[in-house]
C-alpha cells in the first residue's frame, strides 16, 4: 500500500523566530486533495545527565504555553546549521553549569509527526565538571539535582509529564 502524500501547493503563514507554519495543499494515495498545516522547526537536543550513578540534573523552569513551573531535562534548540553533539554540550553547560566528558547519543524523536518536522537528539552525559551557569537571554531556569531512582519515579507516576524528558529517560535507563 503506498502511503505517500505529494505535495500540490505550500504557502507559509507564519515565518517567527523558532518556527515556520506552513499550510501545504497535497494529493493522498487515493489522488483526493487534502491539507496539511506543517510546523517547520529546527529540532533541539536533550540531555540525561548524570553527576554520578545515582544523581540526575533537570531544570526547573516557567513554560509560558502551559502557565506553569515544569520539571525536565536540560534541553535546547539547534542554531541554523548546528552540530547536535555540540548543540548538546552548549546547552548542558548553559542551563546547569557542567561539561561532560562522557557522551553517548540516545537517536532521535520526532515530537509530534502529524504537524511538526521537529526532531529531537537524545544523549546520556557523564563524567560532569562544574563551571558555572551562563543561561540565555530572556531565559530563567534552575538547575536541581535528583537521586536517579526518585526521578524514574516521577517520570514513572506521571509528576514529571514532559515528552522529551520521558523519551530520553526511557532510552537511557531502559532497555
Same mark, same amino acid.
Given at each position: 500500500?503506498?502511503?505517500?502524500?505529494?505535495?500540490?501547493?505550500?504557502?507559509?503563514?507564519?515565518?517567527?523566530?523558532?518556527?515556520?507554519?506552513?499550510?501545504?495543499?497535497?494529493?493522498?494515495?487515493?489522488?483526493?486533495?487534502?491539507?496539511?498545516?506543517?510546523?517547520?522547526?529546527?529540532?533541539?537536543?536533550?540531555?540525561?545527565?548524570?553527576?554520578?550513578?545515582?544523581?540526575?540534573?533537570?531544570?526547573?523552569?516557567?513554560? *509560558?504555553?502551559?502557565?506553569?513551573?515544569?520539571?525536565? =531535562?536540560?534541553? $535546547?534548540?539547534?542554531?541554523? &546549521? %548546528?552540530? /547536535? !553533539?555540540?548543540?548538546?554540550?552548549?546547552?548542558?553547560?548553559?542551563?546547569?553549569?557542567?561539561?561532560?566528558?562522557?557522551?553517548?547519543?540516545?537517536?532521535?524523536?520526532?515530537?509530534?509527526?502529524? *504537524?511538526?518536522?521537529?526532531?529531537?537528539?537524545?544523549? =546520556?552525559?557523564? $563524567?560532569?565538571?562544574?563551571? &558555572? %551557569?551562563? /543561561? !540565555?537571554?530572556?531565559?530563567?531556569?534552575?538547575?536541581?539535582?535528583?537521586?536517579?531512582?526518585?526521578?524514574?519515579?516521577?517520570?514513572?507516576?506521571?509528576?514529571?509529564?514532559?515528552?522529551?524528558?520521558?523519551?530520553?529517560?526511557?532510552?537511557?535507563?531502559?532497555?
Amino acid at each position: 500500500m503506498n502511503f505517500e502524500e505529494k505535495t500540490l501547493s505550500s504557502e507559509c503563514v507564519y515565518n517567527g523566530k523558532i518556527m515556520t507554519v506552513c499550510r501545504d495543499e497535497v494529493e493522498i494515495a487515493t489522488g483526493k486533495k487534502s491539507f496539511r498545516e506543517i510546523v517547520h522547526h529546527s529540532g533541539g537536543v536533550v540531555i540525561a545527565a548524570l553527576k554520578d550513578e545515582n544523581t540526575i540534573l533537570a531544570v526547573k523552569q516557567f513554560r *509560558y504555553p502551559l502557565k506553569n513551573t515544569i520539571i525536565e =531535562l536540560p534541553a $535546547g534548540k539547534l542554531e541554523k &546549521g %548546528e552540530n /547536535p !553533539d555540540w548543540a548538546a554540550a552548549r546547552e548542558l553547560e548553559e542551563e546547569t553549569g557542567y561539561k561532560a566528558k562522557n557522551w553517548k547519543s540516545l537517536g532521535f524523536i520526532y515530537t509530534s509527526p502529524g *504537524y511538526s518536522d521537529e526532531k529531537l537528539y537524545l544523549y =546520556l552525559a557523564s $563524567g560532569l565538571e562544574f563551571v &558555572g %551557569e551562563h /543561561p !540565555d537571554d530572556g531565559e530563567i531556569l534552575k538547575a536541581i539535582e535528583f537521586p536517579l531512582d526518585e526521578f524514574i519515579q516521577k517520570v514513572r507516576n506521571g509528576e514529571i509529564s514532559d515528552a522529551k524528558t520521558v523519551c530520553a529517560v526511557m532510552r537511557a535507563f531502559y532497555d
